[in-house]
């Protein structure tokens, strides 16, 4: 398994404004992805986040309106830019470690609230 | 689209009572995964099927994936409260890609 840790844990934010959510991993993982969660929802994916390229972005989802950095095997971010409160949901991070095929395993999540 | 239908949606039973929950899908998964998620928590993974036909145990939770890779359920025998919270399957569909499709989710209370 993995240990992933997720910074900040909650905020409550203002309109138009932008929130970058941190993603750090024990150890090196070959899969990171950012999924949301809204109120009373089930998950959906955002983006894979690829290191050292671009993220790949599901249909829905745009660069613009969510950033995503992976520096290196470990680390990721997700900016919530210009945000609306349709952007208040949990978001999350997961991870597929080296040496797993199919487990996949997430952080704590990041609870947005958007005023 | 790929689609996970997750039923019921809502259950609450009395402790030690059973209970299953089915993932339904007309797309075959390469894999599929169950989680149980708490209220403030992130989705803990329960299990990882992949094989057709594949039961797997996890103390009273029961899993098993279809013989053709479309759905799959999970019981539970004689469910205690501590049992109580969000289950969700997820698939992956793309080729082991990681790219989780998640079915709406199940959310179980188990009243002492």
């Known amino acids: 398994s993995a240990v992933i840790s997720q910074k900040p844990s909650r905020d409550i934010c203002q309109r138009g404004t932008s929130l970058t959510i941190q993603c750090q991993v024990d150890s090196q993982v070959t899969m990171m992805f950012w999924y949301r969660q809204q109120p009373g929802q089930s998950l959906t994916l955002i983006a894979t986040?690829?290191?050292?390229?671009?993220?790949?972005?599901e249909s829905g989802f745009v660069i613009d309106k969510f950033p995503i950095s992976r520096p290196n095997l470990t680390f990721s971010t997700l900016t919530v830019s210009n945000m609306s409160p349709e952007d208040s949901s949990i978001y999350l991070c997961?991870?597929?470690?080296?040496?797993?095929?199919?487990?996949?395993?997430f952080g704590p999540g990041t609870r947005l609230t958007v005023t | 689209t790929q689609l996970l239908e997750q039923s019921p949606q809502f259950l609450s039973i009395q402790e030690g009572e059973n209970l299953t929950v089915y993932c339904n899908s007309s797309?075959?998964?390469?894999?599929l995964q169950w989680y149980r998620q708490e209220p403030g928590e992130g989705p803990v993974l329960l299990v990882t099927v992949v094989t057709g036909g594949e039961v797997k145990k996890l103390k009273r939770l029961t899993f098993q994936f279809g013989d053709a890779r479309k759905d799959s359920s999970l019981h539970i025998t004689a469910a205690q409260p501590g049992d109580t919270g969000l289950y969700l399957c997820a698939g992956d569909g793309s080729g082991n890609t990681g790219k989780l499709i998640f079915g709406q989710g199940t959310t179980l209370q188990v009243k002492p």
């Open positions: 797309s075959v998964f390469s894999s």
């Open positions: 986040a690829n290191q050292g390229s671009e993220a790949t972005y």
């Open positions: 997961s991870v597929v470690p080296s040496g797993t095929a199919y487990e996949q395993y």
